[in-house]
């Protein structure tokens, strides 16, 4: 998946805590755990977020890899803290207990329960579902916030905004206002289409039900040239798209204007080369059809992937399954959930392209250190313009 940056996540959803592990980051970048909280507590919120989330106070204690607000170049390593541990203390014990723990066997379409107890041969959901949660992205999250740190360092802004929720679509021309994203319970643009989006919440809800919707993911100030044409898994578009596609929920990525190209012509779907005026403002394009990718580098335009996560699996109102002991219809297992992930989606899947990102950039401009990794850049930089100018 990565070139340069190793990450690992652990921890169950309602074990002690979830641990995050990063390797490959440079010397150098100045990095606090209140930078990361505050991603951390960007994914918490969301309108038709579950219980969970007035439980947790989602922090990563930073222990390893940074001295005096600066990385080391060593490991990065983070804990997270389950603050609902304590009420699962026996149920998710370490050790053995006397105690009879009654068993999920009631599975849930939709979730890993019935592949993952086949796969592992588990005589209990619980196996699967604690670590098949989505309570994984936390992790995911702070990895990301490192990953972001440095491509913030190198002038590059990274956002979302949900463009549709339980069938509400958001209508968004220009120049998105990210101010008004942050403010908004449904992290929408489009105020009206937020509250409907709300309402349509608020309608699965009372229904026992949930709902999905589509999340945009936007990077701006990248350099041309990250990712490579020369091997199938260097291309960036592909490395992308596999970060997106492995949030929970996640059923479809593209990238740009993806599947609407396709009713199009190719005059009017590839973005124009404009004639270069100033060698130091090169390879300007009025159009961002490819949504910053060609050929699977990065075109120095923003980069905008969507991808689309399903109406989540654990339903109140719980759909027909099966017991996985005896076989016989049964109401699916529900416990404790969200009714809506589209909100947290943009934060999560905003850590995920940090992570894609930041590795692409360190495989370009690789460097021990933030210094050495400035100069590669800045020396690169002054190379792309017309060979003339
Ligand atoms: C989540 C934590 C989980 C779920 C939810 C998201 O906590 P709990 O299971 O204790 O309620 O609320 O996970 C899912 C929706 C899922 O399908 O796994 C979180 O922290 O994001």
Redesign the pocket.
């Known amino acids: 998946m990565f070139n340069r940056i190793r990450f690992l996540t652990a921890g169950e959803?309602?074990g002690q805590s979830l641990t995050v592990l990063l390797d490959g980051l440079p010397a150098g970048l100045s990095l606090s755990e209140s930078y990361i909280g505050q991603q951390m507590s960007r994914r918490q919120l969301g309108y038709g977020r579950?219980?969970?989330?007035l439980i947790?106070k989602d922090w990563a204690l930073i222990t390893s890899g940074v001295r005096h607000g600066f990385t080391l170049g060593s490991p990065i390593s983070m804990s997270i803290e389950n603050k609902?541990w304590v009420n699962w203390t026996k149920v998710m014990s370490i050790s053995k207990i006397d105690e009879e723990i009654k068993r999920v066997t009631r599975l849930r379409p939709g979730?890993a329960d019935l592949p993952g107890t086949m796969k592992y041969g588990y005589d209990d959901v619980r196996n699967v579902l604690e670590r098949?949660?989505?309570?994984e992205?936390?992790a995911r999250v702070a990895g990301g916030a490192v990953a972001r740190r440095l491509l913030e360092h190198f002038g590059v802004e990274i956002n979302s905004h949900s463009l549709s929720i339980g069938g509400v679509w958001a209508s968004v021309s220009g120049p998105i206002d990210w101010a008004i994203v942050e403010k908004s319970p449904v992290r929408c643009v489009d105020e009206k289409a937020g509250k409907q989006m709300m309402m349509a919440i608020d309608d699965a809800k009372e229904m026992g039900d949930t709902v999905g919707g589509v999340v945009e993911v936007v990077a701006e100030g990248l350099p041309i040239g990250l990712g490579s044409h020369v091997q199938w898994d260097q291309k960036i578009d592909g490395r992308i798209a596999q970060a997106l596609m492995s949030i929970?929920a996640t059923k479809a990525v593209s990238i740009g204007d993806g599947w609407e190209s396709v009713n199009r012509r190719g005059s009017q779907v590839h973005d124009v080369i404009e004639p270069v005026k100033d060698p130091t403002n090169s390879w300007i394009r009025k159009t961002n059809r490819s949504g910053g990718t060609e050929g699977g580098m990065t075109t120095g335009s923003a980069l905008v992937a969507r991808f689309a996560i399903k109406p989540?699996?654990?339903l109140k109102n719980p759909l027909p399954s099966v017991d996985l002991d005896s076989g016989d219809l049964v109401q699916a297992h529900y416990?404790?959930?969200?009714v809506c992930?589209v909100p947290?989606a943009g934060v999560i899947g905003e850590a995920m392209l940090s992570l894609v990102l930041a590795d692409a950039f360190l495989e370009k401009f690789g460097g021990d250190s933030i210094a050495e990794i400035s100069r590669n850049f800045e020396g690169y930089q002054k190379t792309v313009r017309p060979r003339n100018m």
């Open positions: 959803s309602h579950g219980g969970r989330q947790e609902d979730h098949a949660s989505a309570r992205t936390a929970h989540i699996s654990t416990e404790r959930s969200d992930q947290p």
